[in-house]
């Protein structure tokens, strides 16, 4: 495979994670006033630190009662069909997008080296050049002119978590910020240190709905609530100008929005979120296959590129393009592929 193909296969892997899509209309919203969290929080939890030997780590987390409910749609995108009968154990779920904040707090602790930071695995792509395996990751780069889909993802060197935009940049005053540019593995690992999990793609979406079964949004079947933004999503003519009417142009502090009904915030917008779910084209068509059984990944570290599920949509997501900031989206990741609106956030399962 020649660098410019695995660079492209890069960018289209990210432009899948955005995905495509014509789009109903949205109402143009007013900037929400501040939620929860927001500008004056520090990003970390009380009590936030590595598990013990005994207990994970719970701070941050939501408890929230098991049940059954409506998982995928039928009025969205074909990969949300078809809505089927799912019951979930209970479980806790971080309250809001894993932080720079935390992020840094588990890489000080660990010196954790993230898959972006680190040269490009020839096994992963054979045929590359060894001096173009250097470390990259994908960065949205809003185009000057009209240009074909997903031209505005550009595979950056130097691009990672620390540096979001790539060299030059810096995650200094972003600290409340969820973190991005994380693959799976790091998303994983990341989990691990605090005795948790990545959500199921049942959970994240049981814990997105807010106990609102059936509903489009986590708040109700319209965009927007009485012309306050809801959650931070993108205005302005995609890819070129994201004008921020909702407060925030890029990524937004966690908790700035207003909660769902299981108290999380950002569960939608904001930035995609991991599961730990293998991609299907769709669901199954019978509550029969209970996604709980999925064996749970604490052992398993992905070798290849065999597609994880992420959820909820990003800054990224235009009411004219990509309209994915809902419970029931879905988008297949490759989980090698860190990129600039893609994080996560984790679970104890309590079984
Ligand atoms: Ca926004
Ligand atoms: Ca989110």
Known sequence: MKAAETALRLVLAAALALGAGTACAAGRAAAGSDGPLCRGYSGVPQGFAATGDAEPNRAGLVAVKGGSFTMGSRDGYPEEREPHRVQVQDFLIDRHEVTNAQFAAFVKATGYVTRAQRPLDAWAYPGVPRERLVPSSVVFVPPQRPTPAYGWWQLVPGADWRHPRGPGSGIEGLENHPVVHVAYEDAQAYAHWLGRELPSEAQWEYAARGGRDGAAYPWGNTPAVQGRAMANSWQGRFPFEDDGADGHAGTAPVGCFEANGFGLVDVVGNVWEWTRDRWRERHAQ???DNPMEVRLAQAEAPRGTQPRVIK??????????????????????????????????????LR
Do not use: E, K, M, W
């Open 312 to 349: 909820g949509g990003s800054f990224l997501c235009a009411p004219d393009f990509c309209v994915r900031y809902r419970p029931a989206s879905r988008q297949p990741q490759d989980p090698l592929l860190a990129t600039q609106h893609l994080g996560f956030r984790t679970v104890i399962n």
């Open 286 to 288: 019978d509550g029969a």
